[in-house]
């Protein structure tokens, strides 16, 4: 998931689509109704109300995560930069799906 030779730079550039999908979901919170676009055979889920403002903290978080690490905001440790990221982004995914299934 995070490579640790990667350059800080290269990775901050790595969170333009991430901010666009935030962009996506707030738009379509303050709206009303986000929409996630399905597939052939499954139905286009529409989040409304609470689950849409819900679903805007899993692009929030995730970018959070790469935001811990691929700088220097909590310290230097790799190791903790790491497990840090990963909580915020396992929270983010539990977020959108608490999101989806309420």
Known sequence: MYDSDVPSDLGLIALVP???ILG???????????????G???????L????AWMACLFPSL???GDIVWYTDVVGSNVE???VIARVFVVAGFVFLLLALVM
């Open 80 to 82: 903790h930069r790491r």
């Open 24 to 38: 996506y979901f707030l738009y379509g919170a303050s709206v009303g109704e986000t929409q996630l676009p399905g």
């Open 18 to 20: 991430k901010v666009l």
């Open 48 to 51: 409304n109300g609470t689950r």
């Open 62 to 64: 995730w970018i959070a």
């Open 40 to 46: 052939r055979l499954s139905p286009d889920i529409f």
